[in-house]
């Protein structure tokens, strides 16, 4: 990029003088014919041979300086990449590793006697987070000093959570028969339940994509709608009853 930029540079400069002293010739031939033409019919032929030895001269000169200056139509550059990088580039594994140090999250409770299990944690608009209890079957909302501002209880064991857009969530629940999945958002600082979807699996683990829900059981992964339509079942695993990942 520096050649680069040093040959650009060099050209400009190049190019600015030839215009400058185009103009100049310009105006000078311009001045010296406006004086020609003045003189003519006068009586002074002697000023008007002196203009015009000088017009002569004058046109000479840029004649002169047009066959000197050539312009460049068509330019091509080519680069030629440094071998010794690209050798050193192919021995290697990698371009650098991922830094990501354990962070620790403490929340502020109103009540310092509480025992919870916080299992899973989104970030949603203006940096506030929804974590969720499963001990206590309950949602939390935190603000940026992740001190709880709302919370919102369950009827059942909170199995697993993910983002459906700024100010919303799923979670999973499932306690006995009871498989559901609870739609969440956020309004002015609180929690509310959206609408619920009832399925006839267990809902364990869920994750959202382009419009899509998919859930798992202890056993299959499904493809739902978000309004609950399945749209697909597959990886199903019965040779156990958990054999997926999220239990």
Do not use: W
């Not at 031939?29 to 003189?39: G, P, R, S, T």
């Not at 032929?45 to 066959?67: D, N, T």
């Not at 594994?93 to 999250?105: D, E, K, Q, S, T």
């Amino acid at each position: 990029m520096r050649e680069l930029d040093a040959i650009r540079t060099a050209h400009h400069s190049s190019l600015k003088k030839d215009v400058e002293k185009c103009n100049k010739l310009s105006d000078e031939l311009k001045e010296l014919i406006e004086a020609v033409q003045d003189l003519e019919g006068k009586d002074k032929a002697e000023l008007a041979f002196i203009a015009s030895k000088k017009s002569h001269s004058k046109i000479q000169e840029s004649e002169s300086f047009l066959k000197e200056t050539s312009v460049a139509v068509d330019r091509s550059f080519s680069f030629q990449p440094n071998t010794d990088i690209v050798q050193y580039l192919s021995k290697q594994v990698g371009l650098g590793n991922i830094a990501h140090p354990n962070h620790v999250l403490t929340v502020s409770q109103s009540n310092e006697f509480d025992l919870s299990i916080l299992s899973d944690l989104c970030v949603i608009a203006n940096n506030r987070i929804i974590v969720t209890d499963y001990l206590l079957k309950r949602v939390k909302l935190l603000d940026q000093n992740y001190k709880v501002i709302n919370q919102l209880d369950m009827p059942h064991y909170v199995r697993d959570m993910c983002k459906i857009s700024s100010n919303e969530v799923a979670v999973t629940l499932f306690e006995g028969d009871r498989n559901l999945v609870q739609f969440i958002c956020v309004n002015n600082g609180q929690l509310v339940k959206g609408k619920q979807l009832q399925f006839q699996h267990k809902c364990a683990g869920i994750a959202h994509h382009e419009g899509k829900l998919f859930v798992t059981s202890r056993t299959a992964l499904y493809q739902y709608s978000l309004s609950g339509e399945l749209l697909k079942k597959y990886l199903e695993d019965t040779s156990s009853d958990k054999t997926g990942k999220i239990q």
